[in-house]
């Protein structure tokens, strides 16, 4: 069935250094792959997100590579600060070929940005 | 994105009681989904709705049922609830585009405890 792998569980840098959580999706068909970021008792919240169309998107920060042929996707940190402290999801989305935009989130990676 | 609702905040059930839980999308938004959030783990898809039909259904027993109304809100039921049940519903909102899928934005959730 559709699943996605991601690690590490846990992560832990100094500031300023860079952090990579990494993601694969078993669903070949899949096109669409958000990064959410979840601080403790918040909704999640959409930081970046990538298409089938193109293999890397940059947001000041962050950015995320994505490999078709290995199917898997990679969400880059730079110079990280203490408030990116969080829990991140990366999700992979199957439509239009799939008639549900239904999102297959990751299990999820702990980042500790120690000050 | 801070204009999906929900309701209520929290609440606490016993076991073998129904609850109702409620979202509100983004203005303008036509498509609802509804995850489920267990503690320290990534969202579950339960449900998504698209123009008050359903449009995909995930690994829930039949004890989840949901609905969209004309307004495009939703509700979720939960029937005889178990031990398990317990966790943070998150309601999504995504404005469905022709040919793509849409970025899901999350609201606040909904804890549940069931006793």
């Known amino acids: 069935g559709e699943n996605v792998e991601q690690h590490p569980s846990t992560l832990s840098v100094q500031e300023g250094d860079s952090a990579v959580i990494k993601c694969t999706y078993s669903?070949?068909?899949?096109?669409?792959f958000p990064w959410y970021k979840q601080e403790l008792g918040k909704r999640p919240q959409l930081i970046i997100d990538?298409?089938?169309?193109?293999g890397e998107k940059k947001d000041q920060r962050i950015a995320v590579t994505l490999n078709k042929t290995a199917k898997h996707f990679s969400l880059h940190i730079t110079e990280t600060q203490p408030e990116d402290s969080a829990v991140y999801f990366c999700?992979?989305?199957?439509?239009?070929?799939?008639?549900?935009?239904?999102?297959?989130f990751g299990q999820g990676t702990t980042l500790q940005v120690k000050p | 994105d801070a204009g999906v609702t929900q309701s209520p905040t929290h609440l606490i059930k016993t076991r073998g009681q129904h609850v109702t839980l409620r979202c509100s999308p983004i203005?303008?938004?036509?498509?609802v989904s509804w995850y489920q959030q267990v503690l320290g783990q990534g969202p579950q898809f339960i449900f998504q709705?698209?123009?008050?039909?359903e449009r995909g259904r995930g690994n829930f027993p039949d004890r989840f049922s949901a609905r969209q109304f004309p307004n495009y809100s939703s509700e979720l039921n939960v029937n005889a609830l178990l031990l398990g049940d317990s966790a943070l519903y998150l309601c999504?909102?995504?404005?469905w585009g022709s040919g793509v899928t849409d970025t899901q934005y999350f609201g606040p959730g909904t804890r549940l405890t069931v006793l």
């Open positions: 999504a909102s995504s404005g």
């Open positions: 669903d070949s068909a899949s096109n669409y």
């Open positions: 990538i298409r089938s169309n193109v």
């Open positions: 999700a992979a989305s199957a439509r239009p070929s799939s008639n549900t935009g239904k999102l297959i």
């Open positions: 203005s303008g938004h036509k498509s």
């Open positions: 709705y698209y123009e008050k039909e």
